[in-house]
Structures are given as C-alpha cells and as structure tokens.
C-alpha cells in the first residue's frame, strides 16, 4: 500500500544521503537543505536512486546475464557536480516545462506571442534557462518501490504562460522497469512536453562508447531538421537512410556515412515518429536496445508520439563521472519520448497545448532485462 509521508520520515529510507552533500555548489539553487537523494529497491535486487533536485535519476544499478550489477546511466555522485557540470548535459534529469527546442524561443497562443530564453544556438532548449532539470521538486510520496515527485512552475516562469502544477511519478518493478508516469494541470493554454534524460550505457557508465549497442526504433518516419536542429515539417521515410532501425543495428554502423541530416546532429540527434496501431495515448513499442557483451537489454514503451534518440554526439570526455572515468564522446544515449520538437509552430504535428480542465498524463516505461546468449 501506498503512504504519503513527510520529509523527516522519508529521510529514514535515503541510502545515500552523505556522498551527496551540496556543500560547494556556486549554481543559482538556493534551498539546498531539502534537496536529498532517494533510493528504490525491489526483490529482483535493481536499485534506482533519484533526487528531488531536477528529478534527476542519478544510478540504475541493474544486472547483465551473469546477474551481475553495474549502474547503466552517466552522471555524479555530487550534487554541486550536477549544478555546476560544463555545459550542462541534463544528465538523468526530468526536462521541461518544453523538452527538446522552439524556434527562434517564440510561439504564439490566441494571437499572443511568448519569447523564451534563446539558450542553444539561435533556438529555445530544454525549458530555458532554469528548466525543471534545475529546479527542486517537492517529493510528495516515497517508499521502497515510489517516488512521487512535484513541481509548481509559475506563470511567466522562463516565459511560459499559466501556473503549471507537475507531477513525475518513478516506480521501479519486481521486473526491472522503472514506470514514469507525468502528469500536469494548467490554468493557462500552455505548451507541456515533459521527457526524461537519461543517458544509458548499458556495458555500465564510464565504459566507453555505446557505439555497438544494436538499437531498433519502432518508426518508419523521423523528423528531418535544419542545422539549428529545428524540423523542416516533413515527416521523412527511414527506408534507404541511415535512420532506418526499423531492424537492429549497431549504433555506429550507420554514422558515418555522408548524409547532411547526421551532419547537421553531429551524428543521430533527431525525433522519430513512433508507429502505432493503437489509437493515440496506448502504450506501444518505442525501441529496444541491446549490448552484446553484457546481454543487457533496454526495451523502451510510451504513450507519446515521438522519441528523440540522441548519441552523445556533445559529450567530448571533458566530463568525468561517478566512478571517475572521462564521458566519451558517444559514450552514453538518450532515448526521449516526447511529442515532435518545436511543435507549438508546426500546427500540422500533434498539438503539445494544454488547456485549463484537462490533464496531461503520459507514460514511458524503461524496461531492463537480459538477451542470455552467451558470447
Ligand atoms: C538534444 C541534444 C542536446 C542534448 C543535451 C538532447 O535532447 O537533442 O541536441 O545536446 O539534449 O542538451
């Protein structure tokens, strides 16, 4: 059953509290007293730890074929080193109120233009300049399988209209899958398009590149973009690119080729247009991931239309992490479900609008498991 329970209560589950001390932190946080790092455990022997500063998952510790654990997704151990970071990844972090970008930062509503924080080249990233990445989030309930974390954006806050109230729900199951359930309520039209930012390295984090992990999308179109990585509005077929994973791959097999859209991400930085046969809001098929060595897999499911799947293409082994080995480039990968990016201009993508009386509610699930083919 599930408690809600107060703060001072939930402090008596944190594992970890002391390895994440935010004593040397010179970001613009200021309530740093209630930022603490939760810890999930089910029967199966996977943890997950989560903080309430960004939402942020901060370990996956899950098992490859020989039951053996390592923790799939980069980051740090401390918390000044998420606040602080060089260039600032978003590693593990839950983004909005807008994830992914918005041309030029503008978009109108009944006529009303809003301008955002241009943060990424000439366009909008991420929610702005203290997205949620980099907010505290109150935790409103936690036990050893839950953690309900919420947030309330302001209206005008980073640009965005209406009084945002947000909720992101971890449950990690007895069957390795850690369920994220979002949920938001405005009393302004508002754009919402919340994703989470994880970067998997599923050989464990730190261990090189995921360059022969095999992906397989369940999409036959993507979105092409213009070189501030904005689409152009075309829906493109996969067939004969290097974008078709509609059949494992690896990777790397494909990333080089000359291809102007892998020029303009730097190597794969784009949304796919998930197919479905269910009707919109059913869970389906995202894509599945697996890492020949360790027989570890990563099966992801959503209720959105889109998944951007991001390399790490930024990452240039100037980032060290938990374990105090140097990020490489392409040494991690966001797999990010989402509607299309910049959507609030493209009135032909599946609307990101959410009014006063309805609800936002969508569900991504990021679920663990084992090929058991032996090498
Ligand atoms: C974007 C990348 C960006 C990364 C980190 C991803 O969601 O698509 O272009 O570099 O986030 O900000």
New binding site residues.
């Given amino acids: 059953m599930k408690t809600f329970i107060s703060f001072a209560a939930a402090f008596t589950f944190v594992a970890s509290i002391l390895s994440f001390s935010p004593s040397h932190c010179s970001g613009e946080v200021s309530d740093f007293d209630s930022i603490k790092l939760y810890t999930l455990k089910n029967d199966s022997g996977m943890t997950a730890k989560v903080t309430n500063y960004g939402a942020i998952i901060t370990s996956l510790m899950v098992p490859d074929r020989n039951g053996e654990h390592a923790d799939v997704v980069l980051g740090y151990d401390r918390l000044e080193d998420y606040i602080n970071a060089v260039d600032?990844?978003?590693f593990g972090a839950i983004v909005g109120r807008y994830?992914?970008r918005i041309a030029k930062g503008e978009f109108s509503i009944d006529g009303e233009t809003y301008s955002l924080a241009v943060n990424n080249g000439e366009n909008h990233?991420?929610g702005g300049v203290i997205g949620f990445d980099k907010v505290v989030w109150d935790v409103d309930l936690f036990d050893d399988h839950q953690i309900v974390l919420s947030y309330h954006a302001k209206d005008m806050e980073e640009g965005y209209p209406g009084n945002l109230a947000v909720s992101v729900t971890y449950t990690l199951t007895d069957d390795n899958r850690i369920v994220i359930d979002y949920h938001a309520t405005t009393d302004k039209r508002t754009p919402v398009n919340l994703t989470q930012?994880s970067y998997f390295n599923l050989k464990g984090e730190g261990n090189g590149t995921i360059l022969d992990h095999r992906l397989t999308i369940n999409a036959d179109r993507f979105t092409p973009v213009d070189a501030g990585?904005i689409p152009t509005g075309e829906l493109r077929s996969v067939a004969s690119t290097p974008f078709d994973f509609t059949t494992a791959k690896p990777i790397g097999r494909d990333i080089h080729i000359e291809n102007e859209q892998l020029t303009f991400g730097g190597g794969f930085?784009h949304n796919w247009v998930l197919n479905r046969s269910e009707s919109d809001g059913e869970l389906v098929l995202a894509a599945h991931v697996s890492e020949p060595e360790t027989g570890r897999t990563l099966t992801v499911l959503t209720t959105e239309p889109g998944i951007?799947f991001?390399c790490g293409?930024?990452l240039d082994g100037r980032l060290r992490g938990k374990s105090g080995q140097a990020y490489l480039h392409r040494g991690g990968f966001?797999l990010?479900t989402q509607h299309f990016p910049d959507s609030p201009n493209h009135p032909e993508f599946p609307s990101t609008l959410l009014a006063p009386g309805e609800t936002y509610q969508t569900q991504t699930v990021f679920a663990f498991s084992t090929d058991n083919v032996s090498r």
């Fill in positions: 600032k990844p978003y994830g992914n990233l991420h930012h990585l930085d951007q991001y293409n930024f966001c990010e």
